[in-house]
Structures are given as C-alpha cells and as structure tokens.
C-alpha cells in the first residue's frame, strides 16, 4: 500500500523560510513522478513542482520558481519542498502527490497516489 506522509508546515512570517518532507513508502517509485501541490480555501488545487524520481529532472510552477526548489533523496525514500521568500499567497494546504504515467504534470487526476496535506500559512 502506498503512503505518502508529509511534514514540516506551519505558520511563518512574510519573507521566511518552511522546508516541506514527503515520505513516500510502499512500492519502488524509480519510473515515477513525486510533486507538490497546494490548495487555499475556496480554490482549486494548484500544481507548485514536480521531480522525476530516476534522473531527478524538476518543473515549477511560474508563480513559485526562484523561491522555491524541490529535491529527493532516494536513501530516504523522501521528497523535499525548500521554501523561501514566502508571501501570504503562499498560504494553502500543501499536498505530496505520486503518479506512474503522467501526460501533463500540472494535472491534479495524473497523479494516483496523494498524502493528506500540510498546512502552510504565512502572515503579512
């Protein structure tokens, strides 16, 4: 069974820094994706990033790039969403998703396995 467990949300100030966890366990994700994505009250979820398991390949959102940098440590079994120079938009619930075979990273439904999210708020 595969279970995505993410960590490391809180509450932060305008121009901080939160470093998400995602710790992925229950098959070998070596032909997968892992990203991150987020949704704020009242909105739809929103593709951040995303990284190709085997070679290590990212994608960002144009709205996070620069601030945001996504990695994984194979070791560990673990993906990673470093985040600074936050703003108060940044604020959502912040999900870890896995997917197989995925046509358009951006697409919440390609990907088939979800974590149950972390939350991420950052004051003005």
Known sequence: QVQLVESGGGLVQAGGSLRLSC????RAFTSYRLGWFRQAPGKERE?????????GSTF?????????????????????????????????????AAGGKISIVTRPYEYDYWGQGTQVTVSS
């Open 23 to 26: 710790a992925a366990s229950g």
């Open 47 to 55: 593709f951040v990033a995303t990284i190709r398991w085997s070679g």
């Open 60 to 96: 960002y959102a144009d709205s996070v790039k620069g601030r945001f940098t996504i990695s994984r440590d194979n070791a560990k079994n673990s993906v990673y969403l470093q985040m600074n120079s936050l703003k108060p938009e940044d604020t959502a619930v912040y999900y870890c």
